[in-house]
């Protein structure tokens, strides 16, 4: 089954512009924010976002006790079309090249507490917005994680 070239973007994120990044189990020194296609071509992109956050970091996104609520988890508004890498395009469909990626944020207590999916990422770490926009990969992710200030404010 190849993967459906339509992926969210989620930057999560403390009050005080601590970022969370990951590195990439496939790719060592690769860092970046939690990213993921659909599921299937129908699936809310909100449900996505919340899907891979739990999948990748173990963060609960609900309203339940214990989770963090679904109204820290907002939409930017924000899209990007990128070309994908060469050494994932066997994921995709023959001739897909390109991936519309939409961009989310999530509000997180400093003390969250994460779980790492050993076959998706190494290690993670926190680091203030502009060192983690300068560790990321990929330009678009950096780009997101700049605007960060901005989306803040309407936390």
Known sequence: MYKIPES?????????????????ADKPDYWQSVTGSKDAPEEPLSATAVREVREETGIMVADE???VPLSHLRDWR????????????HRYA?????????VFGLLVPADTRIVLAPREHLQYQWLPYRAAADLCFSPSNAEAILQLPRYLNDS
């Open 8 to 24: 969210v973007l989620v930057v999560i994120y403390t009050k005080d512009l601590q970022v969370l990044l990951m590195e990439r």
């Open 65 to 67: 006790s214990g989770a």
């Open 78 to 89: 924000l899209s990007n079309v990128y070309e994908i890498y060469p050494v994932w395009r």
């Open 94 to 102: 023959p001739g897909v090249t390109k991936n519309t990626e939409h």
